[in-house]
């Protein structure tokens, strides 16, 4: 784990902005395994096209996982219609019971908010796994503030579940999708309902391409202002320092932090904070273009 690197590009000066790069070891080292539950729509607002191209999503996504993995699966309208109790291991016999769970035909309402708090109570492992919440939906929702509520709540916890949103076709709900996903680290996608064109399968190759190898959960950027102002990362702002979480780290992953800190005349530091209290200071380059980048 010693292997993660950091490096900040500030534009100095006063109240500088800083753009920071972690990289992930360049040696292999074993993944983490995932704890993904997934939601997919079987409401009415759901037509044909729709609930094919949602479905289909849902068995690619679950044709990725691996032996190590767990996962559960919900289909949501007014009722909520679960796989299992709590999240299963992805032997081969699970896998074949939740396609053929998937092919039951569902109508009504879209309450999405009932079958996210249903998600976020199931139990989460002790051991170290990467906890995901996978919601696949056109977003017609009814619940919008039962929604927020949950999501803040969740965002919270120190065994959060990232969130991520996949829209099929034009979402009316886009500020609630990049909501939910902001404020917990996930990723929203919009798609359209053709099949056929690798537009559903190249989505969710882009979403466990992400997951399929994290070697780090839990890592946070340190930097010695209180005061900084950063979008779609949470952090914390203690006496004469912030801590900014860091999305797992992962295999061929980077990860990028752009923020402006509010400083005064000490020089500013970074460094990585790792699950174990291992701190690795950064290195900084000065570079004043990255100003111009803050709100682009």
Request: proline share 6%; hydrophobic share 35%.
């Amino acid at each position: 784990m010693d292997k993660i690197s950091c490096q900040v590009f500030s534009s100095g000066g006063d109240d500088p902005c800083l753009l920071a790069l972690v990289t992930p070891p360049i040696e292999q080292i074993p993944r983490i395994p995932l704890d993904v539950i997934v939601l997919v729509n079987h409401s009415g607002s759901m037509n044909g096209g729709e609930k094919v191209a949602a479905d289909q999503a849902v068995e690619l996504f679950l044709s990725r996982l691996s032996p190590d993995d767990r996962f559960n699966l919900c289909l949501f309208e007014s009722d909520q219609y679960w796989f299992a109790e709590n999240p299963v291991p992805t032997q081969l016999k699970n896998w074949n019971d939740a396609i053929e769970f998937l092919k039951y035909d569902r109508s009504g309402g879209t309450q999405l908010g009932v079958a996210i708090e249903q998600a976020l109570f199931q139990d989460r492992s002790p051991c170290p796994v990467s906890r995901y919440l996978l919601i696949i939906t056109d977003a017609q929702v009814s619940d919008f503030r039962r929604i927020i509520s949950l999501i803040d709540e969740e965002s919270e916890r120190s065994d959060n579940r990232r969130c991520s949103v996949i829209c099929i076709d034009s979402s009316p709900n886009a500020l609630l999708v990049r909501r939910i996903a902001d404020k917990t680290g996930g990723v929203c996608l919009y798609l359209t309902n053709t099949l056929g064109d690798g537009n559903i399968a190249d989505a969710i190759g882009d979403i466990l391409s992400s997951w399929e190898h994290i070697v780090a959960e839990g890592v946070s950027l340190s930097i010695n202002s209180s005061k900084i102002i950063t979008r779609g990362r949470s952090y914390s702002s203690q006496e004469g320092f912030s801590l900014i979480e860091i999305p797992p780290v992962g295999v061929s992953r980077s990860s990028w932090i752009m923020l402006k800190a509010f400083h005064g005349s000490d020089p500013l530091t970074c460094s990585l904070h790792l699950p174990d209290g291992t701190e690795i200071p950064s290195e900084t380059y000065e570079s004043p273009v990255i100003r111009s980048l803050i709100g682009a």
